[in-house]
């Protein structure tokens, strides 16, 4: 006979492979809208500026919604928040093919980002509640499911447009695989007691005055903006400067994905010996190196080493940079992790709609280069941090 402990680590664990499927499936909405910005700006008539505009207006609801998602679940529960933004999500992938302007595509695609927002910054929260024991271990690997869900998607979407298959079909796909998740969720277990995540006016405060977490908070808008503009504009990159068909860019933007799982793997152990400032440095550097080579190649066999060059250097330092933010902050983690989240989101608003305007105005092999100006200065911030540490070490202050 089973005890009733035994039943809720059982109920825990199903419950935490539901939130496994929830970021498999909004991995797959988020990485999907790269091979489908060139058929959407085709049925629309966008030019490349307004395309960019996409981009920033799926992450000026991403914003917005997690903050707001934050105070909600403070004040409700964790659980009943990602139900609601799993409905949300749902009918906005629905209501976006139906659109019939680009302004009427901006604000569903910002629902979808806002929606995803809180997806994306409570679910994580959940599995660590779910999980109080072994709470690093279940929330790293959520990130492999995100990653797999990052990879099948753009594959899938790139041999259904090669099908002959309509674009908006993709959108009825997903909305209706977050409707039949949100289902399930209504059945998951609730929160654990005391563990709220959401956003509270003395964390707030605290945490703006604290020039470590600020710095975080920078360098997440930085490298936020450079992955998704890189991501973001790969097929449309590779389909009109290296003439790759929708199904060989679709599959470039896949393994790009498979790499970044396969980085978050291999740097999560490295976390165990080595100093995460030292590993931001590296990867940061790296990427910045990688990403200006990236507008500048020219042979087909050069893009796929790239790709998956880039994959690495970019797999773990979202990752490392929202822990090291949110150790600056222990006493308001909840409060950290969504301004964190949020910064991430600025910088997917601002930094692909730049990267437009330059593709416009100089080309798109520089837009595809410019993100390492960006990424040089979050490993130029990380080498002053470590500086600082050392110092501080010295005289007994930690930093």
């Given amino acids: 006979m089973t005890s009733p402990k035994e039943a809720m680590k059982m109920n825990n664990r199903v419950t935490t492979y539901l939130c496994f499927a929830i970021l498999f499936m909004f991995s797959i909405v988020l990485t999907m809208m790269s091979p489908l910005l060139p058929y959407i700006s085709q049925s629309f008539e966008l030019d490349i500026t307004r395309s960019g505009a996409i981009f920033s207006a799926n992450f000026i609801g991403f914003i917005i919604f997690t903050l707001a998602g934050g105070i909600i679940a403070d004040r409700l529960n964790k659980k009943k928040v990602i139900f609601i933004a799993l409905v949300g999500i749902s009918i906005s992938l629905a209501v976006l093919p139906l659109s019939n302007s680009f302004y009427g595509i901006c604000i569903a695609t910002a629902f979808i980002g806002g929606f995803g927002g809180v997806i994306e910054s409570l679910v994580s929260a959940w599995i660590g509640d779910l999980n109080i024991e072994r709470q690093s271990f279940y929330i790293n690997l959520s990130g492999v499911f995100f990653g797999l869900g990052a990879l099948v998607g753009p594959l899938l979407v790139g041999m259904a447009l090669s099908a002959g298959i309509h674009w908006s079909v993709c959108y009825y796909f997903t909305g209706g695989l977050a409707l039949l998740l949100a289902a399930a969720a209504w059945f998951g277990e609730a929160d654990a007691a005391g563990t709220s995540s959401g956003i509270n006016a003395a964390g707030l405060r605290s945490i703006l005055s604290n020039r470590r977490f ?133 910088g997917g608003m601002i930094v692909p709609y730049a990267m437009g305007l330059l593709a416009k105005g100089f080309g798109m092999r520089l837009a595809m280069s410019s993100p390492a100006i960006l990424l040089l200065i979050v490993a130029l911030v990380f080498i002053r941090l470590k500086r600082m540490a050392v110092s501080s070490h010295r005289e007994g202050v930690s930093i």
């Fill in 214 to 346: 600020l710095l975080a908070c920078f360098c997440m808008l930085l490298y936020t903006g450079s992955e998704i503009g890189s991501w973001g504009w790969m097929c449309t990159f590779l389909k009109d400067n290296m003439e790759f068909s929708i199904v060989k860019s679709s599959a470039a933007l896949g393994l790009f994905w498979a790499a970044m799982t396969v980085g978050r793997l291999i740097f999560g152990f490295m976390t165990l010996r080595f100093d995460t400032r030292a590993m931001i440095i590296a990867l940061a550097g790296a990427s910045a190196a990688i990403t200006l080579f990236s507008g500048l190649i020219q042979a087909e066999a050069a893009v796929w080493v790239v790709v998956v060059l880039m994959g690495l250097s970019y797999s773990a330092q979202w990752n490392l940079i929202l822990a090291f933010g949110g150790e600056s902050t222990k006493s308001s983690r909840g409060t950290a992790f969504a301004v964190l989240v949020a910064s991430g989101g600025l």
